[in-house]
Structure formats: C-alpha cells, structure tokens
C-alpha cells in the first residue's frame, strides 16, 4: 500500500529464544488475508480453470488417516474403541510433554459412536510427535494410576489452544485413572500410527527407567537422525509384565503393541517402530495410502480377534446326590472374534485328575503354560482322525476344529423349538408355526424386516443351513461353518439327571445366535438334545445372515482397542 513498506518476516533457528519465537509467529500472522484493504485480481489462468473442469484437491495425510479410522470403527461393531493424541509437546522438554486420552474405552453404543467420530474429525495436526511419552500415559490409565500427562497441554502463544479436544474426565476418579481392565479381558492392545520419528520425547525416560524389571537394554538408538527412545522398552515391559497390579485383579494383565507407520515421511522411523513392535507383541507395518493403511489395520485385527480363541467360564458337572462330588469332565464354551456381528462358538469336553490337571482324552495335558488350551490337545468328543489332520496333532484351542460344533456340521437332523404354540407353548422351529404366531406370512416378513420371499431362507438360516455358500464350496444345502454362535455371555451348565452310579450329563448353553442349546454327553461322544429360539429374537435373524461369516480382524492412531 502507497506509504507503507512491506512487512518482513523475522528469521529464528533452533537456538533462537523464545520470545524471538513468538514475534516470529505475529509478524508472520500480519500478513494474512484480511490485514489490509481486499483486492482481488484474477488471471486467464484462473479464470480458464474457475470455469472448467475440476480436479478433486489431494487431502492432507491427518485427513486421509481420519476417514480410514472412522471407517474402522464403523464396521467393526464387535469392538470397544478408545483414542489418546498428543499435546501439543512444544517447545523444550517439560513443556506440553506427552499426550491426553480423550476417549477411554467405552462399550460402543451408538451415542458412544458417534461421539467418538466427532471427536477424531475435529482432531487438530498442530503438535510435536512424543510417541514414548504418549505410551507412559496410556500405560498409566490401563494400570489405574493417577492422570500424568493428561492435563499438561496449554495455549501457545495466540494460534494454539490447548486441550482441543479435551481429556476424558469421565474414566477418572479424583485424578486417578478407572482402568479399563475392569471391563476387559487380560489383554488390551495399543496400535500406533504415526507419520514420523519421535520429537521432544525424553521426558517420561527416568519414569520407564524406573519400572521393576524394565530393560534399559531395550531401549533404542538412531543415528540418522539422531535421537534415543525407550517406546521398544516400554512397550517390551508392558508386554510381558502386570501393568495393573491391583489386588482386585489378581491375573496378569498386559498390553500388545502395534505400530504403523503412515506416509513416506514415516521412513525414517521404521527401525524404531519395527522394534517397537516386536518387544510389544504385535507387528509393524508400513502403509503409504489410505487403502495400504486399512490393510494394515484389517491385518493388525485379524491378529487380535482371531488370536484362536476366547473362552468363557469352564464347568464341570455336580453330583446331585453328593453335593461334595463332583464328576471330572470340564466343559470349555469358546467364540472366535471376527469383525462381523456374527461369531464362531463351540463347546469341548476335557478331564480333570484326581491331582487337579485337565488332560485331553488321551491323558495329555490340555493346558500350557500360559493357562490356554494347547492346540495339542485332543477334546473327548472329537475324533483322532479330525485331530491327526491338524498341523499340531489336535483341536483344543481352534474353535473351528472338533467339539460340538464338528458334531452338529456332519450330524443329521436336529429337534430345533420355538414358542410358537398357543399360549407360548412349544413348536417345531419352523416358518409355518412362526406364521401361525405372527398372523400369516405377510405380518411375520413384516415382523422379521424381510421379504415375504426371503422367509424359507432365513429360516434355514437359522437351523444352520449355508444358503448363502459362505464356505464357497457352490452348496447352499449343506451346514454352515458357524453352525453354533459365540456363547459371549453364557457360561456352560452341567447337570446330571441321572443318579450317581448311572449319570446322565446335559450341557445347557446359550449362545448369541439366539439359541439355547442343551447336549447330551455319553462320554467320549456328544449330541444335541434340542435348541430352542424364542419367537422374540427373529427380526435378529436377517442381520445376522446378512453379515456373513468372516474370520477376521484396535487402540487407533496414537489410540488404543480394548478387546471386550
């Protein structure tokens, strides 16, 4: 403008004060849009581009990591979500150092959902990269300890603000973290995406150095550039050692850590995230675009829920006549995770000795060393040919092999029921009964948010039928894979209705397909006595066989997954 010299931009370094620093940044800032008068001026070029065709404008790489992350948790219904990002960590050490948890882990309902959406849209790109101190946080909310870094962040200068989004205050209580271990089971997984090496990120060094039994030796050296961080030794230590050593909890309970390293300028990082990974359990993965990163995330969740087998409560069979007996056989109810709504359940039957170990049937130990069943093992019901033909000579942790489940996919037919009968009595599982319930075919598609046309199917559906050929074998009139869903929420219940010298065994179990299942075990041989389905959980039934059956698939981007 006539008058006025040109604003010059004030030049700093890394050795240059802070207060160079921040005339530095409102110099720069007096010559944004809107500091003087507006003039507008258009070129040809601008004027042939303004009105011809458009190309689409490349998108940043947080915005590229958000819509893979968003589109993660939308469709993996089965998993609870938790996030953590960084403070701002500028710009010495001991100033906004490490990172805040901004979402705990929470059942995802759908008001949870979308929260948490909402949140990593709005997450800003504006900080430091403390990757180790980050972690220490997240360790200290899964041990339950007070809040570290959590409140740390402040506003910068006049163009950064602090705490946007803010911590999670409702996963504390008086400063103190609610570890999310009292909802989960004993293991919880971190996965780490970051765009490049650690910066400003030795502050929580002496706080690791300090944790019983932590290898300093674990810790990481880079040359090019120049950096040391304990993240391998941290995520090694949580790896294999309590990190909530409550006394309400008394199981072991660890973290698994994977990394991934998102974009081309996450190169240089790869030594650190590789042995990161390694020492934490997981794996490392390298993703340059938004499809390579949801590959990568696909397999990082394909190690988690499919680590073979989740298992509830075990339970052996009472005496009825000797309350202080009881019989030796142990029942295992288990589930294979998976992405999808539906999941794979099964049920196998082991011994227990008189010196209190559970063999499998042929008198083997059945449980390793780290209190899961060896996939050695070989359980009563299933045959030595199924379990000769596995790599490991048995079925005992592999949901898909053996048990009941093997059973009911090469058994005839089963005595299925529904409360279709007058006044809920009860029915053959059948369309027609369930017709007769609902006021005719019409009322019942209506009930079931089908098609009238679709009925037969889902019905066979549910009697375990693959009608949609999920095992690909161009059969849609043989069993279905996942002919028994996950028993999530149902411990086994063994009853005797026999007598003592003459027991007869029933196993009840529920599952999550919406059946109740009762078996018969004879010993080395099990079958199924009847199932019953109430005609309340028939509109679940499209769903689920809609969403097919896909063994798959936490903690996201600087966040973690809690596996429930």
Same mark, same amino acid.
């Given at each position: ?5 040109? #604003?010059?931009?004030?030049e700093v ?18 010559t ?22 458009k190309?689409? *404008? ?20 089965? *998993? ?5 990002? %960084?403070?701002?960590n500028?710009?010495?050490e001991g ?5 805040r ?5 929470k ?15 709005n ?5 430091? =990269?403390?990757?180790?101190?980050t972690?220490?946080?997240?360790? $200290?909310y899964?041990?339950?300890?007070g ?11 006049n ?6 989004? /803010?911590?999670?205050?409702s #996963? ?5 973290y ?8 004993n293991?919880?997984? *971190?996965?780490?995406?970051t765009?490049?090496?650690? =910066? ?7 706080? #690791?150095k300090?944790?019983?039994?932590? +290898? ?6 880079n040359t090019s550039?120049? &950096? ?6 941290l995520a ?13 909890? /008394? ?17 240089d ?9 390694e020492?934490g359990?997981?794996?490392y ?5 938004a ?7 696909s ?5 988690? !829920?499919?680590?073979?087998?989740? &298992?509830t ?8 006549f ?8 142990v029942y295992y ?8 709504? $539906?999941w ?5 039957? %082991?011994r ?5 170990? #559970? @063999?499998d049937k042929?008198?083997? !130990? ?10 050695s093992?070989?359980?009563?019901? =299933?045959s030595? +040919?199924?379990c000769?033909?596995?790599?490991d ?18 058994g005839g ?10 006044g ?21 598609a209506?009930?079931?948010?089908t ?10 559906w549910?009697k375990?039928?693959? @009608? ?5 074998n161009? +059969?849609? *009139?043989?069993?279905r ?8 929420? +149902? ?7 026999g ?7 029933r196993?009840?179990?529920g599952t ?6 009762m ?7 099990? =079958?199924e006595?009847?199932a019953?389905?109430?005609?309340e959980?028939?509109?679940?039934i499209k ?11 936490v ?8 596996n429930?």
């Amino acid at each position: 403008m006539p008058g006025r010299l040109p #604003i010059r931009y004030t030049e700093v370094d890394n050795d240059s004060l802070s207060s160079d620093f921040d005339a530095a940044i409102e110099k720069a800032q007096l010559t944004a849009f809107g500091t003087g008068q507006t003039i507008t001026l258009y070129t040809d070029n601008y004027l042939r581009w303004f009105h011809g065709d458009k190309e689409l *404008v490349p998108k940043t790489r947080l915005e590229v990591a958000k819509e893979v992350i968003k589109n993660t948790i939308v469709t993996t219904p089965s *998993v609870d979500f938790g996030l953590a990002i %960084f403070n701002m960590n500028y710009r010495d050490e001991g100033d906004r150092d490490g990172g805040r948890i901004v979402s705990g882990i929470k059942t995802m309902t759908e008001a949870n959902k979308v929260s948490l959406l909402s949140t990593i849209e709005n997450l800003p790109a504006s900080t430091n =990269t403390p990757l180790c101190e980050t972690l220490y946080e997240a360790y $200290r909310y899964f041990a339950g300890k007070g809040v570290y870094y959590g409140n740390d962040d402040s506003n910068y200068s006049n163009w950064y603000r602090a705490n946007r989004p /803010p911590r999670d205050t409702s #996963i504390e209580d008086n400063g103190k973290y609610i570890s999310p271990f009292k909802e989960c089971q004993n293991r919880a997984y *971190v996965v780490y995406i970051t765009d490049g090496v650690p =910066t400003v990120d030795q502050s929580a060094n002496s706080k #690791i150095k300090g944790l019983p039994g932590v +290898s300093s030796s674990d810790k990481f050296v880079n040359t090019s550039p120049n &950096f040391t961080s304990y993240l391998p030794a941290l995520a090694g230590w949580m790896n294999t050692n309590d990190v909530n050593t409550n006394a309400a909890f /008394p199981e072991m309970q660890s973290v698994t850590t994977f990394t991934i390293g998102f974009s081309d300028g996450a190169d240089d990082a790869a030594p650190l995230l590789t042995k990161t990974a390694e020492l934490g359990g997981g794996e490392y993965y390298s993703a340059k675009s938004a499809t390579q990163l949801q590959a990568a995330l696909s397999q990082v969740f394909s190690q988690i !829920l499919e680590v073979n087998a989740s &298992f509830t409560s075990p339970s052996i069979a009472s005496n009825n006549f000797d309350r202080t007996q009881t019989f030796d056989s142990v029942y295992y109810a288990m589930f294979l995770p998976n992405k999808r709504p $539906r999941w794979m359940g099964n049920l196998k039957k %082991f011994r227990v000795t008189g010196g209190g170990e #559970i @063999v499998d049937k042929n008198g083997e !130990l059945a449980i390793g060393s780290d209190g899961n069943l060896k996939s050695s093992a070989c359980s009563y019901w =299933t045959s030595n +040919s199924v379990c000769l033909s596995s790599s490991d000579g048995g079925d005992g942790n592999d949901v898909r092999t053996g048990g009941i489940a093997h059973v009911l996919k090469t058994g005839g037919n089963r005595t299925l029921y529904g409360n279709f009968g007058s006044g809920g009595g009860l029915e053959s599982f059948t369309k027609s009964n369930a017709s007769n319930v609902a006021g005719g075919d019409d009322a019942l598609a209506s009930y079931m948010k089908t098609d009238v046309d679709q009925l037969a199917k889902l019905f066979d559906w549910a009697k375990g039928i693959d @009608v949609d050929d999920d095992n690909g074998n161009n +059969s849609v *009139v043989d069993k279905r894979e996942d002919i028994i869903g996950d028993p999530l929420h +149902s411990k086994p219940l063994a009853i005797n209705f026999g007598t003592s010298s003459s027991p007869d065994i029933r196993v009840i179990m529920g599952t999550n397909h919406g059946f109740l299942h009762m078996f018969k075990d004879s010993g080395a041989d099990v =079958t199924e006595s009847w199932a019953f389905m109430p005609y309340e959980l028939l509109p679940n039934i499209k769903l689920m066989c809609q969403l097919g059956f896909t063994p798959s698939m936490v903690w996201i981007a600087r966040q973690f997954l809690c596996n429930n």
